[in-house]
Antibody
């Protein structure tokens, strides 16, 4: 069965960087794009963008252009989200999701930003 | 960007009742709409895709419909385990956009 397993919670200071991994299993990694979704505490779901797992090309939603980077380690069937120069407003749970209809989700990674 | 306006923001209903949640798209998105349920501390779960198709393993009391650019999720015979937050998502165009969510509680 298709599974997405994300890395564990992170505690970071403002200005630092964080890298979140999303390891896929149970299917051919390049068959589906990988999407990223942000959920701030007590808030709804916010689409961040996606990465084409065949070409490695990322596409970012407007709010996530600049400090956010999607990349792949295809040999390991793993997608990554890196957030640079962390800000307080980046504190959230980040989900990876795949399947055209976002049918499969990782368990989420909580990023806490605190000085 | 396509805006998805979801209503109501919250809803309280009794077991066995019928509830309906709607999403209004800001433009035509065809049937490119999905519905998700999210429980506290969990990932969203796909319920409905292509506006009306039931996802694998989802009980038949969940159903989706479309009227123009308005989409509805109906839950018939509400069960205790149906509490949670429900979201719609359009995948007609990039960027994908979610509705604001509907929090469903049972009385």
């Amino acid at each position: 069965q298709i599974q997405l397993v994300q890395s564990g919670p992170e505690l970071k200071k403002p200005g630092e960087s964080v890298k979140i991994s999303c390891k896929a299993s149970g299917y051919t990694f390049t068959n589906y794009g990988m999407y990223w979704v942000k959920q701030a505490p007590g808030q709804g779901l916010q689409y961040m963008g996606w990465i084409n797992t065949e070409t490695g090309k990322p596409t970012y939603a407007d709010d996530f252009k600049g400090r956010f980077v999607f990349f792949l380690e295809t040999s390991a069937s793993t997608a990554y989200l890196q957030i640079n120069n962390l800000k307080n407003e980046d504190m959230a749970t980040y989900f990876c999701a795949t399947g055209g209809w976002f049918a499969y989700w990782g368990q989420g990674t909580l990023v806490t930003v605190s000085s | 960007d396509i805006q998805m306006t979801q209503s109501p923001a919250s809803l309280s209903a009794s077991p066995e009742e019928i509830v309906t949640i709607t999403c209004q798209a800001s433009q035509d998105i065809g049937n490119w709409l999905a519905w998700y349920q999210q429980k506290p501390g969990k990932s969203p779960q796909l319920l409905i895709y292509s506006a009306t198709s039931l996802a694998d393993g989802i009980p038949s009391r969940f159903s989706g419909s479309r009227s123009g650019t308005q989409y509805s999720l109906k839950i018939s015979r509400l069960q205790v385990e149906d509490t949670g937050i429900y979201y719609c998502l359009q995948r007609y165009s990039n960027p994908r956009t979610f509705g604001g969510g509907t929090k469903l509680e049972l009385k």
